[in-house]
């Protein structure tokens, strides 16, 4: 069983950047592929970047490319969101999640297993 706490969550103006952490425990051929999620209220849940964990190789929505960076510690137990140049429109909360890598391309594919509890991240202009 997989355990994803994420924190790093809060308020910041336009511009502005954080950096999200989600602490990961568990098999590890059970988070192979990670992700950041996130949902604002009255949309649909977005995923907005992607880490295969055995390549190292990442994917990014159009609507944070250039952005967002998402990474892993060398030990594989924490997933990092960096997130620059915050627009009003990055508010939502925001969610990790893992899950076994099934084949190729298997990471861009919904759905994701596991699921931390949310941070919530508020962009003020």
């Known amino acids: 069983q997989v355990q994803l706490v994420e924190s790093g969550g809060g308020s910041v103006q336009t511009g502005g950047s954080l950096k999200l952490s989600c602490a990961v425990s568990?098999?590890?051929?059970?988070?192979?592929?990670m992700a950041w999620y996130r949902q604002a209220p009255g949309k649909e849940r977005e995923r907005v970047a992607t880490?295969?964990?055995?390549?190292?190789?990442?994917d990014y929505a159009d609507s944070v490319k250039a952005r967002f960076t998402i990474s892993l510690d060398n030990g594989y137990n924490t997933l990092y969101l960096k997130m620059n140049s915050l627009k009003p429109e990055d508010t939502a909360m925001y969610y990790c999640?893992?899950?076994?890598?099934?084949?190729?391309?298997?990471?861009?594919?919904?759905?994701?297993?596991?699921w931390g509890q949310g941070t919530q991240v508020t962009v003020s202009s």
């Open positions: 999640a893992s899950k076994p890598w099934a084949h190729v391309g298997s990471c861009l594919q919904d759905p994701y297993t596991y």
């Open positions: 568990g098999p590890g051929y059970e988070r192979a592929c």
């Open positions: 880490i295969y964990i055995g390549a190292g190789n990442t």
